[in-house]
């Protein structure tokens, strides 16, 4: 019921930016908080950041300092935005959605996955 688009990702040198959008549409009633997973390969799936609908945040501590998560519920849509983008941040990234948070998760809807390359 809840559809998630992704985009923003690409190809950026080390210490460089990129901003990750998610714009969700259908039941936004059902959904609370709403973030990014990212995988790759080789690697296990981590959570890298993710915001309640109160605005509440959660960071993985290897991209706590450099990545900010903010939502736009006028729009529909989670932000996050990456900056000091390092090698081992490369990945794709799939936006999700949640009933409730990552607290006691029960994620309703996944995006696409937008890949993030940073060279070194």
């Known amino acids: 019921q809840v559809q998630l688009v992704e985009s923003g990702g690409g190809l950026v040198q080390a210490g460089g930016s990129l901003r990750l959008s998610c714009a969700a549409s259908?039941?936004?009633?059902?959904?609370?908080?709403m973030g990014w997973y990212r995988q790759a390969p080789g690697k296990q799936r981590e959570l890298v950041a993710a915001i309640t609908g109160g605005g509440i945040t959660n960071y993985a501590d290897s991209v706590k300092g450099r990545f900010t998560i903010s939502r736009d519920n006028t729009k529909n849509t989670v932000y996050l935005q990456m900056i000091s983008l390092k090698p081992e941040d490369t990945a794709v990234y799939y936006c999700y959605a949640d009933r409730y948070s990552w607290i006691s998760s029960d994620i309703i809807s996944w995006g696409q996955g937008t890949q993030v390359t940073v060279s070194s």
């Open positions: 259908g039941s936004i009633s059902s959904m609370n908080a």
